[in-house]
Nanobody, 126 residues
Framework: QVQLVESGGRLVQAGGSLRLSCAAS????????MGWFRQAPGKEREFVVAISGSGDGISYSDSVNGRFTISRDNAKNTVYLQMNSLKPEDTAVYYC???????????????????WGQGTQVTVSS
């Protein structure tokens, strides 16, 4: 089993910054592709960003490209999401996800991920 625990979400003003963390434990390896998704009220869960096991491969959604930065510390089994220039439309529950061992592609759909955290709320006020 794999456990993912997100943290760092809170209320922030538009234009501000936040850093989310995702701590992984259990049967997860440094080669696992990790991703962040978000879900706003009344909307489907949407892809934000994915990172390869080595950290060399990254894919961002158009809506966050240039504002958000993903990174990972494999020694700590932790993935980070630095969010800058936040907008009210970034308000959502943010979920960390992991692909199963052996899945290498930077999946951009929820079906591509086998493990999910419980989410952390990010609220951006205007």
């Amino acid at each position: 089993q794999v456990q993912l625990v997100e943290s760092g979400g809170r209320l922030v003003q538009a234009g501000g910054s936040l850093r989310l963390s995702c701590a992984a434990s259990g049967r997860i390896y440094s080669s696992s592709v990790m991703g962040w998704f978000r879900q706003a009220p009344g909307k489907e869960r949407e892809f934000v960003v994915a990172i390869s096991g080595s950290g060399d491969g990254i894919s961002y959604s158009d809506s966050v490209n240039g504002r958000f930065t993903i990174s990972r510390d494999n020694a700590k089994n932790t993935v980070y999401l630095q969010m800058n220039s936040l907008k009210p439309e970034d308000t959502a529950v943010y979920y960390c996800a992991a692909r199963s061992i052996g899945s290498r592609g930077l999946a951009t759909t929820t079906r591509g991920y086998s493990y999910w955290g419980q989410g952390t709320q990010v609220t951006v006020s205007s």
